[in-house]
């Protein structure tokens, strides 16, 4: 393996589509859950995946 | 907490992706040399980021949330006082002997600088430690899923532990190190939503504060000083004035100068990490980069503690649950995340858990293989075979030492009070470490024989005052001398007599016994070592630099909540 952001990217952008499908699937959460925070997260999780694979690209380059 | 589909689906993602960084890394890895210690290759990003993974194991995870809960801001102690310190003095003064005499474990440096006996000794009883400290967070993992979720707890800690072991025995450190920085991210990403959903639930920092106070007003110890939840040193005057029941003193030295520069200087579960950095200035880099991080950690693990409180205070049902006469802390992160994480981010939480679990048992698989390979096997066992045949044996060691763990976490299950005794040896076997490293490394005068008597005069003290003194129902086997507020309290005092007794014994049988030719002393000890210049690197990348500006920030956390 050559570069570890590349995993790394992989692994969050994964994850942060699947809080997106989660915040479209779930429509139950318990008591002090905010109603968005799956996806707000999923965003945030989306992001840092992309900035990742991102900045992998950078370095090979 | 009932997880649904989607949380095990993000749970078997993760799974995949440890074990194929695994399989990824197997190519690379073709000595044993490279398995043992990733072959100096490692850049220093994921170094750094390695180096504060493998102490964020699951107990330190649940433990400070638990503490941050139980203490408040005083458990920030244990980072801004007890961490960062040991961290720049790690890498402004110490890696330059660990990395420039290229030892491959920390035993192995004691053998250079001082005998055989010395290593053995601190190799033997690291070796025990670490076993005994992967079983027990395997323990308290297995335990709480079978709490809160209603697993089993064979099949929780047979399943970790089978993934720790397939990728450590794939890829070897460089696998376990690049897995903690993919644990790090997620055990960051995982909890920081809960601690920003908690702290804002209760109304912000100064709700948090606010509630707290009102909280602790009605408990009568602490009426007088009722923002004690809020403040690091500001009831430190007195052990009867803070929940730890430690003053400033036992505090600042016990913890601060004996414990945090112990652990973060000597104990080679951390140090390995540092060790495997691509340069010496890679190496002395990896401490002083994630001191940043660390720093900001109490914000991830210690706010939610503290918002449980206020939101406890608020009335609000299902987080603080009576345990006693108190609460159950060690439930806390759990109930947090069963109150506000829907399915979906349940499951990051929950793979957050076990990536923080892995990272800890997956720090020392590694750190014991190592030292049991070149310390104990190649010193002890079979000198002069061939690198093939130590990659064998550490191979073995690595199944070995799963077993030998998961024995441990079923010895823990067994008994009540053994991790409290547990802590206690932990303590006594670190805290007089700092002081023969620190004389070794510093004082080319520090003999063998000094440093192995410092040593077990270290021990015993450490025994005789456990022995002697009492403190919740702990120590005191011989006669009680001294009653100590807290346990947290003795242990610290402990630790002060033991570090004090090694430094006075290993300077007196120093100077009594011959001294070690200056020759051999070379990449050792200060004064016969090439520190290297730092005129023509970037200021970003100078180590004292990176270190003031650590000190700094560092001060001005302990300032702004003081």
């Known amino acids: 393996m050559d570069d570890l952001r590349v995993p790394i990217g992989s692994f969050f952008v994964i994850l942060g589509v699947m809080l997106l499908i989660a915040f479209f699937v779930i429509t139950t959460g318990p008591p002090l859950a905010s109603p968005n925070v799956n996806l707000w997260c999923g965003i945030a999780m989306l992001l840092f995946g992309v900035i990742m694979l991102l900045l992998a690209r950078r370095g090979k380059a | ?359 800890g048992m997956a720090g020392n698989v590694t750190a014991f293989n190592t030292v049991f390979t070149y310390d104990i096997y190649q010193s002890y066992i079979k000198k002069n075979a061939s690198d093939a045949h130590y990659f064998k044996v550490a191979r073995i060691t690595t199944v070995v030492g799963v077993f030998l763990s998961i024995g441990a976490a079923y010895w823990a299950a067994q008994s009540n009070n053994i991790m409290d005794f547990l802590q206690l040896v932990f303590g006594f076997v670190n805290a007089p470490l700092f002081a023969t490293f620190l004389l070794g490394m510093f004082w080319k005068r520090t003999t063998g024989h000094g440093a192995f008597a410092g040593l077990l005069a270290g021990e015993v003290a450490a025994t005789l005052t456990l022995g002697f003194s009492a403190a919740e129902g702990s120590g005191g086997w011989f006669g009680v001398v001294q009653t100590f507020p807290s346990a947290m309290a003795q242990n610290f005092w402990i630790a002060i007599l033991s570090f004090t007794s090694c430094l006075v014994v290993t300077v007196l049988v120093s100077l009594m016994t011959t001294p070690k030719p200056v020759a051999e002393l070379e990449n050792l000890v200060y004064g016969y070592t090439n520190i290297p210049h730092e005129e023509n690197v970037p200021w970003y990348k100078r180590p004292i630099l990176l270190a003031v500006i650590v000190g700094i920030a560092c001060i001005l956390f302990n300032i702004w909540f003081w």
């Open chain 2, 1 to 359: 907490m009932k997880p649904g589909a989607i949380d095990y689906i993000i749970l078997a993602i993760y799974f995949v992706y440890v074990l194929g960084i695994g399989w990824l890394v197997k190519r690379r890895v073709k000595t044993g040399a490279e398995f043992l210690t990733s072959g100096h290759s490692i850049p220093v990003w994921v170094t750094s980021l390695a180096f504060i993974a493998t102490n964020l194991g699951a107990q330190e995870v649940i433990g400070m949330v638990a503490s941050g809960a139980k203490y408040g801001m005083l458990t920030c102690n244990f980072y801004w006082l007890g961490a960062i310190p040991g961290m720049i003095i790690l890498g402004v003064f110490m890696m330059p002997f660990y990395y420039g005499s290229r030892a491959r474990s920390a035993p192995e440096y004691l053998k250079l600088r001082f005998d055989e006996k010395t290593r053995g000794f601190n190799a033997i009883t690291f070796a025990v430690m670490t076993i005994f400290s992967s079983g027990i967070s395997m323990y308290a993992l297995g335990l709480l899923f079978q709490l809160v979720l209603g697993w089993s707890f064979t099949n929780s800690v047979l399943l970790s532990a089978a993934i720790v072991l397939a990728y450590t025995y794939l890829g070897g450190l460089t696998s376990a190190i690049y897995n903690e920085v993919l644990q790090f991210f997620l055990i960051v990403l995982g909890f920081a939503p809960l601690s920003i959903m908690a702290v804002v639930k209760a109304g912000g920092w100064s709700g948090v504060t606010a509630r707290t106070t009102a909280w602790m007003a009605k408990q009568p110890a602490f009426a007088q000083g009722p923002d004690v939840m809020t403040h690091t040193w500001k009831y430190m005057g007195h052990a009867s004035s803070n929940m730890m029941g430690v003053e400033w003193f036992g505090m600042l030295f016990g913890l601060g100068w004996v414990l945090g520069c112990s652990y973060w200087c000597c104990n080679f579960l951390v140090v390995q990490r540092a060790m495997a950095a691509n340069s010496m200035a890679a190496s002395r880099l990896t401490p002083l980069i994630a001191a940043f991080p660390k720093m900001l950690m109490p914000m991830v693990v210690i706010a939610p503690g503290l918002a449980a409180i206020a939101l406890h205070q608020m009335n609000i049902p299902g987080i603080m649950v009576p345990k006693g006469n108190s609460f159950n802390y060690n439930l806390v992160l759990t109930n947090l995340m069963a109150q506000f994480y829907p399915s979906g981010l349940l499951g990051v939480g929950l793979t957050a858990l076990f990536a923080s679990f892995m990272s």
